[in-house]
């Protein structure tokens, strides 16, 4: 059964990544369904839907916060793609991953940075646009 809640969040996903939110969900329906659940209902449904912050806005907030995590270039592959899909140029996502570095260290920053930059030759995208 489809609650009020997952269409809220499957809404908000399709509009921040689109097939690759929708690939991300489809790969956990054999191992995970729940946590696919969970991901559009709370984390999407809830979080991303909530008002204060636009959607550039939130894609800085998980680009940095993936940044400094570190260990979560698939996850930064989506959501540097999301950016992209929501209407950040490839400057204002370089500055937020630089903007980490005196926080987290070169070596998070660096992995990063050359996760975003496949990202920007996947989508033919020209790190010096915007």
């Not at 369904?33 to 806005?57: A, M, T």
């Not at 698939?74 to 959501?79: G, K, N, R, S």
Request: some cysteine; glycine content about 10%; proline content about 4%.
């Amino acid at each position: 059964m489809i609650t009020e809640r997952y269409q809220r969040g499957w809404e908000k996903l399709m509009e921040v990544d689109g097939t690759g939110g929708e690939r991300v969900i489809e790969s956990l329906q054999d191992i995970a369904p729940d946590l696919g659940r969970y991901v559009v209902e709370f984390g999407f449904g809830d979080i991303y839907s909530r008002d204060g912050l636009d959607l550039k806005q939130r894609q800085l907030v998980t680009i940095a916060s993936l940044t400094t995590q570190g260990g979560c270039e698939p996850q930064l592959t989506v959501h540097l793609n999301a950016a992209l899909n929501v209407g950040l140029t490839p400057k204002e996502i370089i500055e937020a991953i630089m903007h980490c570095c005196p926080y987290t260290g070169f070596p998070r920053v660096l992995n990063a940075m050359l996760t975003a930059k496949c990202v920007f030759q996947e989508r033919n995208v020209s790190e010096l646009q915007g």
